[in-house]
């Protein structure tokens, strides 16, 4: 009988799901629009802000770990009980963040005790406000030598940390940090809180 995944150490969970990357797939953008669609669904169209598909599996070119990425920036008043229980009732795993707790929620779909099932999805869900990962995500679509250079040194983090998502995510940290700081300075405001 296989361990459930809450019981697993990192290690564990490294050798059952290492870092793989393939070429962009056109159809990750409609897997996140239907998911899109589903998540709406589930926890009310009203306690969603706005919904974005980010990471690299937005940036057509760049090579990925598929894995959809989604923001979901939630309105203040959303209960987050009821959020949390809606997405669990749709099938993701709600991944406690200590270091940030709700609203910084995070969610995913497609991992079993036997490996990797289907479309992988994470869900970051917060508050509006906090946009990193999409002025990221919008230099890289404006800049494609930019995606370029980042999907070099994916290749290249891959084969030092195949086994190790924390240290492969850590050690492009600065890469990434030093992107949104440009993408902020050239996409000014781009980003609020009001819809557009």
């Known amino acids: 009988m296989n361990k459930p995944l809450i019981e697993m150490t990192n290690e564990e969970l490294w050798r ?6 393939r070429e962009h797939m056109p159809i990750w953008r409609e897997n ?11 926890v009310g169209i009203q306690n969603i802000v706005r919904m974005n598909h980010y990471g690299s599996t937005s940036v057509p070119n ?14 203040d008043d959303t209960d987050i009980e009821k959020f949390i229980s809606n997405m669990q009732s749709v ?15 995070m969610f995913m779909k ?4 036997q490996g990797f099932k289907g479309q992988v ?17 919008d230099y890289l679509l404006a800049h494609p ?15 030092k940390y ?10 492009k940290t600065d890469f990434i940090g030093r992107i949104t700081k440009l993408a902020r300075a050239e996409m000014q405001n781009r980003y609020s809180s009001k819809i557009k």
Not at 32 to 42: H, N, R, V, W
Not at 124 to 135: C, K, M, N
Not at 145 to 159: F, N, P, S
């Open 145 to 159: 030598e930019i995606a370029d250079e980042y999907g070099k040194l994916k290749m290249e983090l891959k084969k």
């Open 110 to 113: 497609g991992y079993t005790p």
């Open 91 to 105: 099938g993701y795993i709600y991944s406690e963040q200590p270091n940030n707790p709700a609203p910084h929620m």
């Open 32 to 42: 996140y629009l239907t998911e899109k669609k589903m998540i709406e669904q589930a």
């Open 62 to 75: 760049l090579i990925a770990k598929p894995t959809i990425d989604i923001l979901v920036e939630i309105k």
């Open 121 to 137: 999805f994470h869900v970051h869900v917060r508050y509006s406000g906090d946009w990193d990962e999409l002025y990221f995500r």
């Open 16 to 21: 059952l799901f290492p870092i793989v990357l």
């Open 162 to 171: 195949e086994r190790d998502r924390d240290g492969y995510t850590y050690a």
